[in-house]
């Protein structure tokens, strides 16, 4: 089991940048496919950016050219740089982690068994 912990959410202007970072437990994180996922209020939850465990990367539509997912297997973390930012990027960010996935489904909250707690970020206009 892997525990995931989120930070780097804050309140930006808009057209302003955040970094996000998720640190995960456990020895395996190199073997782990990670995804952003972020929920505003009376929404749904809808990915963001994934990177599997062989280093690809996929994007929302919405976020595409803006962020930029990547990863550092010896930090055990997952990064999620936010650049021009807007007020509908405004949400909770949760990081999401799935052990040996070979599937193409990197968009689906359903593929992911592990998740954590959520950062906010808010961005002003």
């Known amino acids: 089991q892997v525990q995931l912990v989120e930070s780097g959410g804050g309140l930006v202007q808009a057209g302003g940048s955040l970094r996000l970072s998720c640190a995960a437990s456990?020895?395996?994180?190199?073997?782990?496919?990670m995804g952003w996922f972020r929920q505003a209020p009376g929404k749904e939850r809808e990915f963001v950016a994934a990177?599997?465990?062989?280093?690809?990367?996929y994007y929302a539509d919405s976020v595409k050219g803006r962020f930029t997912i990547s990863r550092d297997n010896a930090k055990n973390t997952v990064y999620l740089q936010m650049n021009s930012l807007k007020p509908e990027d405004t949400a909770v960010y949760y990081c999401a982690a799935v052990q040996y996935y070979s599937g193409g489904y990197y968009q689906g909250g359903d593929t992911y068994d592990y998740w954590g707690q959520g950062t906010q970020v808010t961005v002003s206009s």
């Open positions: 990177i599997s465990w062989s280093g690809g990367t």
């Open positions: 456990g020895r395996t994180f190199s073997s782990y496919t």
